[in-house]
């Protein structure tokens, strides 16, 4: 697993502001704007059915498949998709956290 904080190319400012972007007929998309001199550092596409906000749960997967447009599923189906999703999230962000931990033990990063 390869792990990376990211730092502002301009002032190497660790303080990032994600901004989600909705547009119709768009995958979501996320621009990361440094805080401290306000300049884009990145931007990602979400796949469809790719965001999540842990603390909304179901309500939130389900809003982000209904903005794909994608055929949908079963309710039995959403739900068990949805849980094991829920699931890799969680044991993934542990693994992260942990690895970066690790990475990052000896620094203020």
Do not use: W
Not at 86 to 97: G, S
């Amino acid at each position: 697993m390869e792990i990376h904080r990211q730092t502002c190319q301009s002032c190497g400012s660790k303080s990032l502001r994600n901004i989600l972007v909705r547009e119709p007929g768009k995958n979501d998309r996320v621009f990361v704007e440094c805080r401290d001199c306000d300049e884009l550092v990145a931007r990602y596409i979400i796949s469809p059915g790719g965001y999540y906000h842990h603390k909304k749960g179901y309500e939130s997967y389900l809003r982000s498949l209904m903005r794909t447009g994608e055929e949908q599923m079963s309710g039995k189906n959403l739900i068990k998709q949805f849980k094991n999703m829920q699931e890799e999230c969680l044991e993934r962000y542990a693994k992260v956290k942990a690895a970066m931990e690790e990475q990052y033990q000896d620094s203020d990063e």
